[in-house]
């Protein structure tokens, strides 16, 4: 093969998620020693539904939007995975986000297995009305995989709490009863669990703070960088400035703001979300996504869009720790010239895993009726976070991997243990 085809192929491997997901897969096989066949199984997702389905929009016209929903692997427990809505969202990537769930909920040992779903829109370009039909049609079409028991989903890119709600509504009226167990990062009102909102950038400060030590140092003071300002970005933002954190830098699909000195967290999660907000802030520097990554700092978390962190800009990240808040932010090929520069990456399916472990808490307070105070939830959540990265961190300097690795064993064997003990049906 010549140099030009290889790279063509990098390239197109570097594009696809999946094939991404199916590099770190083989290397975890590679370092357990699994068979073969083993890997085949847990390759290849379980189940992939594609739905096309036609929304009413509000001047009378009739649209047809696509959505996917994957389960990857079941046998650690029912499928669990949340809801992108995404312009550029595809089936490959809904894939490749579907099996890094399984690892993750096997690395922090929840009882699930992995699941996506998306659907190829821009939420911002549609009305209240428009997401509302669009959410209560996807989720009637792709209701013969989900339920409590079977599949619950939850929030990612473009989907939030109100979307949440209307899931829980629309899968409840098809029942003829209340189901709030059917979907977890609900608003508190309808069975939503304290803590949820800020849970993925809890655990994010959480293994910042741990990493910090590892390599020496520590979270108070630190300076921190973050792509993307949304649900994760900006509870990480939050709670990072709350530990004594200086964040230097944040952005959103528009671009970033950039001051040395730190920017002022609290005046900005007043606007979060909205369109303009960082840009309309006064005492910063505007910067470029692909330039926040190449910032002086101590701590950088991307937290938007996976794949930003490659072979051609890994050189150039000045970070001490890197700590995935995203899923995929960081590639393959990125990851190899970072660990050789001595740069730390805390890997997805660990750093933002307090996500999924705080909407387990809410599917079992769901399930018993019985719900818990903020602190509890924090609590248990922090001890969650820590003791998963001790594991990691061990397992790592055992197997003399990096931190990724260590948790792609972790989480692999588990998941292979699991469908090696059920057995293959029938
Ligand atoms: P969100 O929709 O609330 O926020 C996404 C942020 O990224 C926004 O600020 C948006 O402006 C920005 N963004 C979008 N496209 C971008 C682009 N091309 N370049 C730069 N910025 C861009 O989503 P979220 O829930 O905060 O999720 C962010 C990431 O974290 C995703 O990778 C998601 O899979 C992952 N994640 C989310 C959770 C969760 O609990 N919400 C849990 C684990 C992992």
């Known amino acids: 093969?010549?140099?030009?085809?290889?790279?063509?192929?990098?390239?197109?491997?570097?594009?696809?998620?999946?094939?991404?997901?199916?590099?770190?897969?083989?290397?975890?096989?590679?370092?357990?020693?699994?068979?073969?066949?083993?890997?085949?199984?847990?390759?290849?997702?379980?189940?992939?539904?594609?739905?096309?389905?036609?929304?009413?929009?509000?001047?009378?016209?009739?649209?047809?939007?696509?959505?996917?929903?994957?389960?990857?692997?079941?046998?650690?427990?029912?499928?669990?995975?949340?809801?992108?809505?995404?312009?550029?969202?595809?089936?490959?990537?809904?894939?490749?986000?579907?099996?890094?769930?399984?690892?993750?909920?096997?690395?922090v040992n929840i009882p699930y297995s992995g699941a996506k779903g998306g659907v190829v829109c821009d939420p911002k370009r549609l009305s209240i009305h428009e997401l509302e039909n669009l959410t209560r049609r996807y989720i009637t079409e792709i209701s013969i995989m989900i339920g409590p028991e079977s599949d619950i989903p939850a929030p990612d890119i473009g989907t939030n709490p109100q979307v949440m709600a209307w899931i829980m509504d629309t899968y409840s009226m098809h029942k003829g009863y209340t189901v709030p167990a059917v979907v977890t990062g609900k608003p508190v009102a309808i069975g939503g669990s304290e803590g949820r909102l800020e849970a993925t950038g809890r655990g994010i400060t959480?293994?910042?703070?741990e990493a910090l030590q590892l390599v020496g140092s520590q979270l108070e003071g630190a300076r921190v960088a973050i792509q993307g300002f949304g649900n994760v970005g900006s509870a990480t933002a939050k709670l990072m400035h709350k530990a004594g954190a200086k964040v230097v830098a944040i952005s959103d699909v528009r671009g970033g703001i950039y001051n040395p000195n730190g920017l002022d967290i609290p005046s900005l999660l007043h606007c979060a979300g909205r369109d303009g907000c960082i840009q309309a802030y006064r005492d910063a520097e505007l910067v470029t996504n692909e330039q926040l990554l190449e910032l002086p700092c101590d701590v950088l978390v991307p937290a938007a869009l996976h794949g930003v962190i490659t072979n051609e800009n890994a050189e150039r990240i000045q970070a001490r720790v890197i700590v995935e808040g995203a899923n995929g932010p960081v590639t393959p090929d990125a990851d190899a010239i970072l660990d050789e520069r001595g740069v730390l990456v805390v890997p997805d399916i660990l750093a933002n895993a307090g996500g999924v472990i705080v909407s387990y808490f809410e599917w079992v307070q769901d399930l018993q009726a019985f719900f818990w105070e903020e602190d509890e939830v924090n609590n248990k959540l922090e001890r969650a976070m820590r003791k998963s990265f001790q594991h990691v961190v061990q397992t790592a300097e055992q197997n003399r991997v990096d931190l990724r690795m260590g948790a792609y064993i972790i989480g692999v064997q588990r998941v292979a243990e699991a469908t090696t003990i059920r057995g293959i049906y029938p």
């Open 206 to 209: 959480v293994v910042a703070h």
């Open 1 to 107: 093969m010549t140099q030009t085809m290889l790279a063509a192929e990098r390239h197109t491997e570097e594009k696809s998620a999946y094939a991404i997901a199916i590099r770190q897969l083989e290397s975890a096989a590679h370092y357990l020693n699994l068979d073969r066949s083993m890997v085949e199984v847990l390759k290849h997702p379980r189940r992939e539904l594609t739905v096309n389905f036609p929304v009413k929009m509000d001047d009378g016209s009739i649209r047809v939007f696509t959505g996917f929903r994957v389960h990857h692997n079941p046998a650690r427990g029912p499928a669990k995975g949340g809801i992108r809505y995404h312009p550029e969202t595809t089936l490959d990537e809904t894939r490749a986000l579907a099996m890094w769930m399984t690892w993750k909920c096997a690395v």
